[in-house]
């Protein structure tokens, strides 16, 4: 990466070559809050050697975070503080550092990978100037050779037209482009010590695949050490040399990865690892109803479904590009079953889903219990509503914080006019027991609550109009894994109590085999591959399927990959210019009713 330009380190002296690179000795930070100041991190010690991955796991709340921003001192001021502890790097304690000099180390001899990457890069400049200022902070470069710095930064983290991409804005790349732009500022002055947190929990599971082979990659080349932080115990298994579990700030467990993958001695540790969805574990399970063809009986039909949204360019603003964001979508749902739609960011499937619950302007036909909401009034269409609700992917987003949770779960009974007020009190207390809630609870507002108790009452806002289709957005994404099987556990007891159906949108296909009756691969808008669960995951049909099965951390250290499949070929775009015909993949019946897209 560095080409031969030579580098000038304004840091202290660089680490010797024995003994760790890191050493964190009887760590403690605290935070203070309302209720007085309590340990968040407690007595932590670890050491990272060179070239080493340690990863460290644990869920949401087990110090994880508190820990990487401690080392880098970047702990939220005045609330949280060391307590004690040392942390060595090489022979500089970083807790005893101003920051002044701490700002010389930061970003040259120790760099952060931060778990969202557009509330990390600043969206009024752009990504060179990003780039290039760390460089010219921490080396005696000139404008120009930083520049071309950068460059090789962005082309050493496989981003195509690097030279482009300098005078491009965040909010104008791809989540996973964001994301090479994080690894690229981090690695760009090579240094010793990378902590990577939560890099790929957003990310789809193929961008995700090819993510970690990349920080493989560059630290095969540049022998940097890398603290990985993560709840994903399959990618725990696909990169750490060593693993240490958290929780409620504590270390509970620490060894090799293949030590406590096969024989963990905690408890929780055990409680973690079986609670990773795992590929395999769904096929053959019983579907929670007999698959059938399409009838009138059938919650949901949608034929020939088209979304394309209008792009204006032009000294006069005029339509010159469409993106065909969905294109000729077919399928149906039928009562007390799920039906899966998978496929990576940008692929249609959110968009599909917001068609369904009449959120934005579509051509072809959506059936809702028999009534075609093409032909529906404003009343018409406010009832069909009722039959379908959505759960969507950040529940802290959809919740409004300024409401007490009780009433954002009597809202939709509100609206329409349902039950009175103290027969809706009833039934949202019904409601907030049946989710695993308390009816006490209802008195609280959302961030008051933890990430896996706001789905919670998502689901329940959910069902408060006894829907018949409920469309579940990437609803457990964004959980830890335990919390993840849980909400999957009570989804599954609800739709077996009110034989609800959903529409279930993930790019997780560990989840999705977890959780489906039927699945649909949307790619570039269109479904490339339909069938029951164990057609599609027992015997895919279509290389994108294959590739996104391929692409699940499997959490066995033993079975490691060596290298990500890619497509062999560039995804096309899915946007067209006026009066270009659309890409077109026809599906075929390939037995049974596994649906293939011919063609592609």
Do not use: W
Not at 96 to 104: I, P, V
Not at 107 to 129: C, K
Not at 135 to 149: C, F, G, N
Not at 175 to 201: F, K, N, S, W
């Amino acid at each position: 990466m560095n080409a031969g330009v030579a580098r000038k380190r304004t840091g202290a002296a660089a680490p010797v070559a024995a003994g760790p690179v890191l050493d964190i000795a009887n760590l403690s930070v605290s935070v203070r809050g309302e209720e007085g100041e309590r340990e968040v991190v407690s007595n932590l010690s670890l050491t990272l050697a060179r070239g080493e991955t340690l990863c460290i796991a644990g869920e949401s709340g087990s110090g994880k975070s508190m820990t990487a921003l401690a080392i880098m001192q970047l702990l939220p001021q005045p609330a949280a503080r060391i307590l004690s502890g040392k942390i060595r790097l090489g022979d500089t304690d970083l807790a005893t550092l101003d920051e002044r000099r701490m700002r010389r180390i930061r970003g040259d001899r120790i760099a952060m990978i931060f778990q969202e990457p557009m509330t990390s890069l600043n969206p009024v400049l752009s990504i060179g100037r990003q780039l290039t200022e760390s460089i010219e902070a921490h080396t005696s470069l000139s404008q120009a050779e930083a520049r071309q710095r950068a460059i090789e930064a962005l082309k050493a983290v496989r981003i195509s037209e690097a030279e482009s991409r300098l005078k491009q804005f965040p909010h104008e790349l791809s989540g996973g482009m964001r994301q090479r732009v994080m690894i690229a500022m981090a690695l760009a002055l090579e240094p010793d010590v990378l902590i990577a947190d939560e890099p790929t929990t957003a990310l789809d599971v193929t961008v995700q695949g090819e993510v970690l082979e990349l920080l493989r990659d560059l630290q095969r080349q540049h022998g940097t050490s890398v603290i990985l932080i993560t709840h994903d115990m399959g990618v725990v298994a696909e990169m750490a040399d060593r693993v240490i579990i958290m929780r409620h700030g504590r270390m509970v467990e620490e060894g090799k990865t293949s030590d406590i993958f096969a024989r963990p001695q905690a408890d929780y540790t055990r409680e973690l690892l079986a609670a990773v969805p795992r590929i395999g574990s769904g096929v053959g399970r019983q579907p929670s109803r007999e698959v059938e063809t399409a009838t009138p009986a059938n919650v949901a039909d949608v034929k020939d479904l088209q979304v394309r949204f209008d792009l204006h360019g032009g000294f006069f603003g005029r339509v010159t590009r469409r993106v065909h964001a969905v294109e000729g979508v077919s399928f149906s749902i039928a009562p007390n079953e799920t039906l899966a739609l998978v496929g990576e960011s940008g692929c249609g499937k959110s968009t599909t889903a917001k068609a369904l619950a009449g959120l934005v302007p579509y051509s072809g036909d959506i059936v809702i219990g028999g009534r075609n909401l093409a032909g529906l009034g404003r009343d018409e269409r406010k009832a069909v509503r009722r039959d379908v609700q959505m759960i969507f992917q950040d529940p802290f987003a959809s919740l409004d914080p300024r409401m007490r949770v009780g009433d954002l779960v009597a809202e939709p009974l509100v609206i329409h006019g349902i039950a009175s007020r103290e027969e809706r009190g009833q039934r949202v207390a019904a409601l907030f027991e049946r989710v695993g809630l308390s009816a006490d609870q209802m008195e609280l507002y959302p961030h008051e609550f933890s990430g896996g108790q706001r789905q919670r009452v998502c689901i329940a806002r959910a069902l408060a109009l006894r829907p018949k289709l409920i469309i579940a957005d990437e609803s457990v994404s964004a959980l830890d894994v335990s919390v993840q099987a849980r909400v999957l556990d009570l989804l599954k007891e609800l739709q077996r109590e009110f034989g609800v159906a959903y529409l279930f949108i993930s790019h997780d296909m560990a989840v999705v085999e977890n959780i489906s009756d039927r699945v649909a691969v949307m790619y570039l808008g269109q479904i490339v591959e339909m069938g029951t669960r164990d057609q599609v995951f027992s015997n895919p049909r279509h290389p994108y399927t294959r590739r996104l099965i391929e692409a699940v951390p499997v959490p066995d250290p033993a079975q490691r990959r060596s290298r990500f499949a890619r497509l062999d070929q560039e995804i096309p775009s899915a946007t067209r210019k006026i009066g270009e015909a659309p890409l077109k993949l026809a599906l075929q019946d390939v037995g049974n009713g596994h649906l293939v897209a011919a063609g592609n």
